[in-house]
């Protein structure tokens, strides 16, 4: 296979992962091009590698920006923004944990402490009680993951998961 066709099938794959983290295709992609990419890129170089419109490119580079995963730099003489990918996976990961955290698991959270102290009595409201019950041990317990996963270096973690087998 050829550098060009194995970055295409790197990017395209990146791309379909990124849902799998709660964001969009071509952010995900944007990213894949960032992180192969040996230097810093202008929004132009974006858009040409993935034929997309400058607003997506815009929308979607401001994003990765917000999640911490791509960064702005600027070249002498150049009035262009240029950008470079988190390359280092295991900052990638905690950076993605970190924001998923924030984006999906802190309203889970919020929405379960508000709707805890139900008033009533009955089958439903037994049962809902048992269900939010559930769903906040659940939640809590995923945090304190998160929270470990951010916290660890990259040989401490994966030898603590090994001693957990």
Known sequence: ????EAQQKFIQGWGQLGASWGINR???????????????LCTDD?????????????MNIRELLAWGVVYKSFKPG???EYYYSEKDMWDLAKKISRERKKRE???LVRILSDVKGIEGKGAEVDEFKKVVKSA????KRA?????????LDEN????WMAKKK
């Open 105 to 107: 698991l802190e309203p």
């Open 156 to 159: 401490i973690f994966f030898k």
């Open 78 to 80: 150049d009035r262009k």
């Open 46 to 58: 974006i858009m040409e590698k993935l034929q997309i419109s400058r607003g997506n490119a815009n």
């Open 136 to 139: 906040d041990h659940m939640a």
């Open 26 to 40: 071509t952010m995900a992609q944007i990213q894949a091009v960032l992180l192969l990419s040996p230097e810093a």
């Open 1 to 4: 296979m050829k550098l060009e």
């Open 143 to 151: 945090e304190s993951v998160l929270d470990l996963v951010m916290k």
